[in-house]
């Protein structure tokens, strides 16, 4: 399938969910990228099920991943401090992101 992905209409989408299914039913494989490796059934069930649950969590407002989640911010607020001190020549012996450990 060479057509492009971007849909503006449910209608649109489905088309392109059946056409897919049709194409994997005859053994094809299909590309979903430009760059990426075509996929074959189980490859293309699994990447729908991610492209799901990336619109479900976008329309719920809350962004993913671990650096969104308020126990980071909280952590790297407080190594901002501990930094923060460390510039003022204050002894700071132990930060709580692993980012900002291994730079300082």
Sequence with gaps: ?????????????????RAAQE??????????????????????????????DRRITLEAGRPIGRKHCEQYQTALFRDYHRVRDALRQIPVYQFETPEITRRY
């Design 1 to 17: 399938m060479s057509k492009c992905w971007q849909y503006k209409h449910v209608r649109e989408y489905l088309a392109l969910l």
């Design 23 to 52: 194409a994997l039913a005859k053994g094809y494989r299909i590309r979903l990228r430009w760059n990426g490796d075509a996929l074959n059934a189980d490859e293309w069930q699994c990447e729908r099920i991610k492209a799901l």
